[in-house]
Each structure stands twice: as structure tokens, then as C-alpha cells.
């Protein structure tokens, strides 16, 4: 693509609203230069001029990655080697909530490529979140980043900044994704690990610098952070949370998407059942049930829990049934255990030999009892 193709996304950008999907394909279909002229020129393809008339005097593409290059910004669009190409699987996507399509670009600040996401992993959820679903988000994000997993998230309170620090704390990288410019700092009680991720890892947005958040901007921004990613983690989400848009659009993408189960009388967990209960969510426990689900196949298996193995879990039934019959304290007689036990005494005694070789009964004097081994 052209210089004119680049400055005709940014004056787009800035002309309407992130995820328009009017604007993606009419992008799709005459191209971005060809429709920033016909706006700038007064004509209205998809009803888009009324929207964009008041915003048009303001707009100076030229300017705006002039001043991105001073404050170490960088703006992506699809002809870019760094361009992540699985965002634009959001070009077959069905629209939700009128929010849509292919992003037009990508602002990102920070020296982490962007074409470098595809082992990534996006774990969401509650703004207010427990101690319970903070310490979870925290624990998986860490597992994935050790395993090479960039983890991807919104920088919000609750569970996002437990997911960005996970990674951070795992020794891997993380992306912050914004419903502003990659130069806002919000919210502002995160100006640290938004500063400390735009030097060491990676900020972005498909808004332009500057700009600030709004209701409308976080669902757009929630399908760029499924889209970027694998698979979407949702820990701890009420039935109204916003990260159950993150969620729909994991699904429309076709990518994985897994749920982290809470306390069944938690509210801040209903959303995060639902999908589960509904068959949408996979349930996932820990990082590595995560990694067998988002990495390559076979790379990541994890082993079904079991309980430790005792001394009886080898016996056959016949020997489990004489060995229950065998008294703890008092011994007892070979024909007496066989009364107890319901079987043969020659079958008792063999029974019992075996039993004395696994060191899980002693013969004394009296007859027989369990051993140490045997009682727990």
C-alpha cells in the first residue's frame, strides 16, 4: 500500500469511530483512499458524511504520525510486515452491537512486534474482581508467559492488571489493548504498568493519539483483544460484565475460549458459569489447562489428577475382601477371618500369604492382624 493509502486510514480513523462496520466494508470494497476522498469531496456512501461532517475541519493525517514518530508511536495498517494477520479474520465476522469489521490500523507503542502474537492469549474478566479471581489470573497469565505465551488484556482494574502482572511477574510479555490513544494513561491509577508496558512490551489501540475512552470504544476494543489471540481466558464475570462481549467475540472468531469457575454463590462468577453451563466455555482450573487448550497439539497435556496410590490398590477383589476381614488390634484365627470375610478358608490362607509378603498383615501367635501399612 501507498504513503496515500497509510494517511487515508489515519484521517479515517479519525473521521469515525472504531469498528464501524459501515466503514470496514465500504474500506473492503472501494478501498480507504477512495472513500476518504469521496467524504472529504461532501459525498455519502452508507450514511457516514452526517456522522463525520463536524469532525472533517480537525483532521491532519500528516500531522498526527508526525507527532506519533516524536512520542515513539508507530501506526500499523495491513500492508505492514508487522501487521498481525489474524485480526483480520474480524472481516467475516458478524457484527455485535453494531460494532464490527477489520480495524483500519493499529496505534502501538512499545518495542514489541505486533507480528510476533501468534502464540498469545487473552485472559479478562472483572473489574472488581476477589482475591480469589486476581490471584487465578495472575497464576495462568504466569504459566503462559513462561511458556512463551504473550499475554493480552485491557490494562482495566480487577483482573486485566492481575493478568498483565502475572506475565510480567512470569518473566514473558504483555500487551495492553485501549479504548484510547496509546498516549492516555487510563485508567490514570495504572500510569505505571501502562509507562513500564510502552518500554518494554507493547501498548495499542486502533484509536489515534489523544483520544479518549468511551462505553462505545471498550466494545470495539474487545474484539481486537479476542481477535489478536488464540483463545480468550474469562475469569470472574458477572452476567452484565464487559468481558462477556470479549467472550462472544473469542466465539464468533472461531477461537478458543475458556472459563475459570468460581464459588457457585458468586455473583462476580455467574457470567463465567453461564457460558460454561451453555457449552460456549471450556472450563479450565490452572495455566497449564490453558496451554493444552491454546497450544500446539499434544505440546501442553496434562495429566487427569489422581489420588497418591496406596498399598490396596494393586489387590485383587478376593484379597481385598479377606483383607478387610483381618481385625486391626486382636488377632484372629484363619476360619474365623473366613466367617468374617465369606470365603473359603483355603482361599483365606492363600489369601493371607499373599498378604503377609505385601507386609500388609503379621501372624502372631493368636492368629492374624493388619499391619501398620495396611490401616491407612
Do not use: K
Not at 36 to 55: F, I, K, N, W, Y
Not at 208 to 218: H, I
Not at 335 to 342: P, Y
Amino acid at each position: 500500500m501507498s504513503a496515500d493509502e497509510r494517511l487515508a486510514r489515519v484521517a479515517l480513523g479519525r473521521l469515525t469511530e472504531p469498528g464501524d462496520p459501515r466503514v470496514s466494508a465500504l474500506v473492503e470494497e472501494i478501498g480507504a483512499v477512495r472513500l476518504h476522498e469521496v467524504l472529504a469531496a461532501g459525498g455519502d456512501l452508507a450514511g457516514l458524511l452526517p456522522d463525520v461532517t463536524s469532525r472533517m475541519a480537525a483532521v491532519q493525517p500528516e500531522r498526527d504520525l508526525e507527532t506519533a514518530a516524536r512520542l515513539g508511536i508507530r501506526f500499523l495498517i495491513p500492508s505492514d510486515e508487522e501487521w498481525p494477520r489474524q485480526v483480520d479474520d474480524l472481516e467475516g465476522a458478524e457484527a455485535v452491537h453494531e460494532r464490527g469489521g477489520a480495524p483500519l490500523g493499529l496505534w502501538v507503542r512499545g518495542p514489541l512486534r505486533l507480528d510476533s502474537l501468534d502464540r498469545s492469549v487473552a485472559v479478562v474478566g472483572s473489574r472488581s474482581a476477589t482475591t480469589y479471581g486476581a490471584d487465578t489470573a495472575a497464576e495462568i497469565s504466569a504459566v503462559c508467559a513462561r511458556a512463551g505465551f504473550t499475554v493480552v488484556s485491557g490494562a482495566a482494574f480487577g483482573i486485566d492488571q492481575a493478568a498483565h502482572r502475572g506475565a510480567l511477574g512470569g518473566g514473558g510479555a504483555t500487551v495492553a489493548v485501549l479504548a484510547c490513544g496509546v498516549d492516555r494513561v487510563y485508567p490514570a491509577a495504572h500510569r505505571a504498568l501502562l509507562d513500564h508496558l510502552g518500554a518494554t512490551c507493547a501498548v495499542v489501540s486502533e484509536l489515534p493519539p489523544g483520544c479518549s475512552p468511551t462505553r462505545l470504544r471498550f466494545l470495539s476494543r474487545n474484539r481486537v483483544i479476542a481477535a489478536l489471540t488464540r483463545g480468550t481466558v474469562v475469569v470472574e464475570a458477572a452476567v452484565r460484565s464487559g468481558a462477556l462481549n470479549t467472550a462472544n467475540w473469542a466465539g464468533r472468531l472461531n477461537r478458543q475460549l475458556l472459563g475459570v469457575p468460581g464459588p457457585v454463590t458468586s455473583a462476580p462468577s455467574q457470567g463465567v458459569h453461564q457460558l460454561i453451563r451453555s457449552g460456549a466455555a471450556t472450563l479450565v482450573t490452572s495455566g497449564a489447562e490453558v496451554l493444552e487448550m491454546v497450544g500446539e497439539s499434544g505440546a501442553f497435556l496434562v495429566e487427569e489428577p489422581r489420588g497418591a496410590t496406596r498399598s490396596r490398590d494393586r489387590l485383587s477383589t478376593r484379597q481385598q475382601q479377606v483383607l478387610d476381614a483381618v481385625p486391626l488390634r486382636h488377632a484372629a484365627p484363619a476360619d474365623s477371618i473366613a466367617r468374617t470375610a465369606g470365603v473359603a478358608l483355603l482361599e483365606v490362607r492363600t489369601a493371607l500369604g499373599g498378604l503377609s509378603r505385601l507386609g500388609l498383615v503379621l501372624q502372631v501367635p493368636e492368629g492374624w492382624r493388619l499391619a501398620e501399612r495396611a490401616a491407612t
